[in-house]
């Protein structure tokens, strides 16, 4: 399941989701709820109760994709839904108590990843060991689940991106901040980026677990003037496409899995609104939350 894009936008950032799922799983509003005293919007799986992506009042925002670098076997039966687990994650004051501690045994694997001002983390669960990741929160950034996409096909469908960021965005890839691809599995021959830095999945020969910290960079912004490139964003994720269907940023398997939803996350300005766009009833729904007060202020706001 899922695509999702990160870029660095003003003071803030720009995270945007395609969910691909069952299509009996999809719901059609955002829910609210406290967990650990911070407030939560997020849209809320019908079947397990969970979640995919999830924003809070603190400005900490995650978000998970099923698998971590390669398809897995699925072993049913699992101690907990990996939904639950993206909600837990605001149950811990801190991120890397989480990230190091949480009990992931007899978890299915997944890749979740954490967002905040100047901060991106990457936390990949292969269902032994755990491979943590610090990216630069000044650049651009693309996944895909290894579970639907196997490596061709999502060297593919990051393709579309980086030609997207070179006609909107040519300034996060041409010298002002490096391209730095969360997810990618770029053989020798494929085309990148310049300056693209690749981190592909691991090899098949077993490795112990590995934590590597990036240094803080300076973080470029966007200017101004690109007040519109959520929406342009949006648009990508709605059209993106690699001229397969079963592919293509909103795919459709024959009715057994499709893209369901697209959920979009901006945080700038202290504060973070969510747009959720129901795809298969064509419901949509919008929520605002305030960040750092004392009170929270939630707008709701169907279009």
Known sequence: ???????????????????????????????????????????????????????????????LLNGAFVKHQHQPPYRRSRGLVLLDFFDWPDPDDFFTRYELDDIEPFTFLFFATGRVTELRWDGAHRHRLDLSAAAPHFWCSATLYPPPMQALREQVFQKWLTLHVPSLVNGHSSLVIGHSSFSPSTPKASGATIHRPPSTVPRQPSTVHRPPSTVHR??????????????????????????????????????????????????????????????????????????????????
């Open 222 to 303: 966007l200017p101004s003037t690109v007040s519109r490139l959520p929406s342009t964003v949006y648009k990508l994720h709605q059209s993106g496409s690699v001229g397969d269907p079963e592919n293509d940023y909103v795919m459709n398997r024959g009715g057994r899995v499709c893209t369901v939803s697209i959920t979009q996350i901006v945080l700038r300005d202290s504060q973070v609104r969510m747009r959720y766009n129901d795809l298969l009833e064509g419901r949509r729904d919008t929520k605002r939350l305030s960040l750092y007060t004392h009170r929270s202020h939630i707008v709701d706001k169907d279009k």
């Open 1 to 63: 399941m899922c695509t999702v894009t990160y870029l660095p936008y003003h003071d803030g950032f720009i995270l945007t989701h395609n969910r691909d799922e069952a299509p009996t799983r999809s719901p059609n509003l955002i829910s609210r709820e406290n967990r650990g005293g911070d407030r939560l919007i997020f849209p809320k799986d019908t079947k397990a109760g969970g979640g995919w992506v999830a924003a809070s009042r603190s400005g900490r925002v995650a978000c």
